[in-house]
């Protein structure tokens, strides 16, 4: 089975897990922040966070961003469930905006015309919520005008684009007042489990970072009352244990030196398709100038009559011939759990809808072969054709 998409884990990364797991710190221990400060640096940004998942950095950074009962957040339904259920940990209440179907990124036109209802309704939205899907980034520029004008938070979730670039700067690096990266093994460097926090505020790196290990500092500047001794640590917040372990920030690192490698592999796997795929009528995913996408994910649709697709056959038929295609996503508000908190159902993100009846993830990762990109191509015709 080719699947869709694999970790890449080499010699030196077997050699960095080696030497911090005889080092003396497995956890707590220099590797964390010796990964933090490279991410941050490649990224161009101020401060980044280590954290147990992706998952838990939403969490934390709608927690910093000041999300609670009475709030709203507003998400892409075109995302992983994690980037709805990180504001409905706070206690607050979530609605989508719907995608536009040339990105499948967040749509700013239809951004700007709910929050323009949602202001005659006093209902605006705290934290906006864009997810660079496949790892291209979202207009960026465009999203922050609409925050600074409407006054709420952004918060990119950044999963899939690990040194993805924006108007030619890291994504990350500009825009948004927080991003949240996943390093589990299906992205673009792994972790295991792992997921970064990058914001270029101070004040809310400090909130993260205690939030990250239970709302306790250990350091003596940042206490409310002068400690009795070197033992004391305080207490300020109610926070969680969501560090990322020395083992896993090791791994980290050494795949962080090999993300311009990962990267270049990927973007011409990426140019292969449209030639092999050419005549099957499928929509291709496209990058428009000025974006650099990490390319996480090809997805491509089957393309759609009197609307339905044939995607369902498609699927079985290329797992069958030893493609593992995947799906991403079923849009969120289409989940039951969602449908029953928000009244969501079918028609309230047509775009999104109409993406999702064709979408097809097919094979790329950095150690695919063009033999076999080939072997996909061929599945695809047969199943297409079938
Ligand atoms: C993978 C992913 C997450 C969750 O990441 P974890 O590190 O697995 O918690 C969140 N959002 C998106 C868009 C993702 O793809």
Known sequence: MIPYATQTIEEADLAAVRAVLTSGWLTQGPAVPQFEQAFAQVHQMRHACAVSNATAGLHLACLA???????????????????????????AQVDFV????????????????????????NKLPKVVIPVHF????????????LADEYGFA??????HAVGASYRGQPVGSQWADISVFS????????????????????????KLELLRSHGITRSAALMEAPPEGPWVYEQQDLGF?????????ALGSAQLERLAAFHAQREALAANYPALLAGLGLVLPEVPKGYRSSWHLYAVQVPEQNGQT?????????RELGIG?????????????????????????????????????LPLYPTLRPEQQQEVAHALKQAISA
């Open 65 to 91: 961003l000041g999300v609670g009962p009475g709030d709203w957040v507003w998400t892409s339904p075109i995302s992983f469930v994690a980037s709805a259920n990180c504001a409905l940990y706070c206690g």
């Open 98 to 121: 719907d995608v536009e179907l040339a990105t499948r990124n967040m749509s700013v036109a239809a951004l700007s015309e709910k929050l323009q209802q949602a202001k005659r309704l």
């Open 134 to 145: 496949a790892g291209l980034s979202c207009d960026m520029a465009a999203l922050r005008a």
């Open 154 to 159: 952004l918060l990119a979730d950044a999963s």
């Open 183 to 206: 390093f589990h093994p299906v992205k673009i460097i792994t972790t295991g489990e792992g997921g970064m926090v990058a914001t270029n505020d101070a004040k809310l790196a400090a």
């Open 241 to 249: 244990n969501y560090r990322l372990t020395d083992i896993q920030a």
């Open 310 to 318: 044939d995607r369902a056959r498609v699927f079985h038929r290329l």
């Open 325 to 361: 295609v995947n799906v991403h996503y079923i849009p969120i508000h289409l989940q039951p759990y969602q449908r029953r908190l928000g009244g969501f159902g079918p028609g309230y993100c047509p775009n999104a809808e109409t993406y999702y009846r064709g979408a097809l993830s």
